[in-house]
């Protein structure tokens, strides 16, 4: 049986405090009401995860992304998911699945990674990512996140 499915992200959001949960954020909010579900239900079906501890940026942008960092807690994840495999994970931002090591695949595709296990990448859902500007990038990672609850809910329902 899998277990529970991940979601992983950057890192945590600039407000949050050291034991803030991953996704405990606007970011997180802003996923659980794309897969048009409660905040709280979206943590309690998933596992959450980020492959840096924090984002330093330069002239306060909170902006720059450590790439070996990232590739070091990817290897960590992965490494877990050999005995204990996820569902699936849902991989925010381009940042994150590039920190993969697989060669950059579509967004909202799903795909298998050296381990074998299931992934796929969506735009991080940050509040400053100008991809949201556009409304079918919305409405596309809406369907996408719906089908991604749906798997999770029956995840749940059969564990």
């Known amino acids: 049986m899998s277990t529970k499915p991940t979601i992983i992200g950057q890192a945590p959001a600039r407000s949050a405090k050291p034991d803030t949960r991953p996704f405990d954020s606007a970011s997180g909010k802003r996923l659980a009401k794309w ?19 924090h984002l ?37 931002g381009q940042k ?18 050296a381990t074998g296990g299931l992934c796929a990448w969506m735009p991080h859902p940050g509040g400053t990512n100008m991809h ?3 409304p079918e990038n919305v409405t596309r990672a809406e369907e996408f996140l719906h089908d991604v609850l749906r798997q999770a809910e029956r995840n749940k329902t059969a564990a």
């Open 35 to 53: 897969m048009g579900t409660e905040h709280a239900h979206m943590l309690e079906l998933f596992h959450t995860d980020n492959l840096n501890v």
């Open 56 to 92: 330093l940026g330069t002239n306060g942008k909170y902006d720059m992304f450590d790439m070996d960092v990232a590739r070091a807690r990817a290897e960590e994840l992965r490494a877990t998911w050999l005995t204990h495999p996820p569902l699936f994970a849902v991989l925010c």
């Open 96 to 113: 994150v699945a590039k920190a993969w090591p697989l060669r950059m695949p579509e967004k909202y595709t799903w795909y298998r990674d």
């Open 132 to 134: 949201w500007n556009q």
